[in-house]
Nanobody
Framework: QVQLVESGGGLMQAGGSLRLSCAAS???????MGWYRQAQGKRRELVAT???????NYVDSVKGRFTITTDNAKRTTSLQMNSLKPEDTAVYYC???????????WGQGTQVTVSS
């Protein structure tokens, strides 16, 4: 199994920047890493994903503001969040997916709070 440990997050004023990082342990290959978020009272939603080949996908609300990167050798992914808005406030979860064997792993979550 793959275990994910997140770091970063915290409290930031609107317009500021934060960086989230996630490190994967274990030996199973990873096809996709990404970030989801869940605001209080809302469903968990995809924020950004990146494949091992470098293809990225973003939810429309963060396009142009957030950037996801990955280091396949180090088995890490990072989410650079710029121009933060209060609506970005949520618990952010790191995510990893593999296909042989097929699995999905989640981090424990890290809180991001953006004040207006």
């Amino acid at each position: 199994q793959v275990q994910l440990v997140e770091s970063g997050g915290g409290l930031m004023q609107a317009g500021g920047s934060l960086r989230l990082s996630c490190a994967a342990s274990g030996s199973l290959s990873i096809n996709v890493m990404g970030w989801y978020r869940q605001a209080q009272g809302k469903r968990r939603e995809l924020v950004a994903t990146i494949t091992s080949g470098g293809s990225t996908n973003y939810v429309d609300s963060v396009k142009g503001r957030f950037t996801i990167t990955t280091d396949n050798a180090k088995r890490t992914t990072s989410l650079q969040m710029n121009s933060l808005k209060p609506e970005d406030t949520a618990v952010y979860y790191c995510y990893a997916q593999g296909s042989w064997p097929r699995y999905e792993s989640w981090g424990q979550g890290t809180q991001v709070t953006v004040s207006s």
